[in-house]
């Protein structure tokens, strides 16, 4: 993709219009505009590594975001800069308003990172005491909150046993209740269901949705993308330091399709085989698997439904049958890796 494609994209995607949850003229929750980090090592020959190149995005008050990227594309880099663990080279970043790393900042973020130890010998309500203390809220908030924080991750009535007794799930949303004892705006979740049994990952994303009808806006990292195709409203992709794009889940099929290729559909046909060869003549598909004398099964794209329509009646004049003809989304994995190849 070009760097104008690049840029429109992401303009696009701030032109959307505002949902529900979401007033127009609220801070947005992450701000990056033309953020760059460029790490140096070495003492006397310093080798420079740019790790994020004008990188500008935002993410809105209320939704679930999503940023994703291959190893190395610098999400780590962007959440560290965010967080205000290390410093960007050039740009701006703020979260809700205030400069990233500032502790105005800092007070407004719960996070959950993706491995949280917690202490085997420590029981739900204790772990939060622990986690509340090193984050200075106080006892009498502590006490206030923890059993409506236990409520929130399903977890009532469990306050008493030692966490050594819980699931890996378990042990994920109590993280979860730890990172809002201090009633954060902006949660962050490092590889949230990574880990996690199907049950497990269904918990998990039902108590995300949750926390964002509250309000609460929900910034995460994650490499399962089918997951985040069912958990976020909006993704950022990152690739080698360049932001490749960022709007809707919904819509990223669209951005990345082909303009012949709006609809996708995968299509059984039966008919002797060179009758089906002779209709295709022309058309680009792909065959799903070898035909057989009587029968193919193809990936066929099309510009609009009138085309579909065309393609439908063209087959039937031709008697060949349409035994199936299924129309299928670009899905987020199918964008990503195109996105991805497309440097
Ligand atoms: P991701 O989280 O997407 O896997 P990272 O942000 O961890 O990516 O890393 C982005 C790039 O920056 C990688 O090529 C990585 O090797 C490099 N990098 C990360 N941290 C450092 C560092 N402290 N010094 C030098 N290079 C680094």
Redesign the pocket.
Known sequence: MSDSQENSAVVIAEAEPVTDSVASNVEPAIAATNLC?T???GTIFR?R?E??KNVSFEVKQGEVFGLL????????????ILLGI?NKTAGAASLLGCNAGSIAARRQVGYLPEHLRISPHLTAWTALECFGNLSNVPNSTIRQKRDELLELVGLTGRHREPVKNFSKGMLQRLGLAQAMLHEPKLLMLDEPTDGLDPRARAEMRQIIHRLRESGVTIFL?SHLLQEVELICDSVAI?N??HLKYCGPVETIGQEVANENQQINAEVDLSAPLEEIEAALEGRTFKHLKPPTKTAASIDIGFAFQGEVDEFVDEMRKREISIQRLLPRRISLEDAFLKLIDDL
């Not at 990227?69 to 560290?80: I, L, Q, R, Y």
Request: no cysteine.
């Open positions: 980090k790490y140096k090592s080798k590594f790790a994020l990227g291959p190893n190395g594309a610098g999400k780590t880099t962007f959440v560290k290390i990292n990152l080698l330091g």
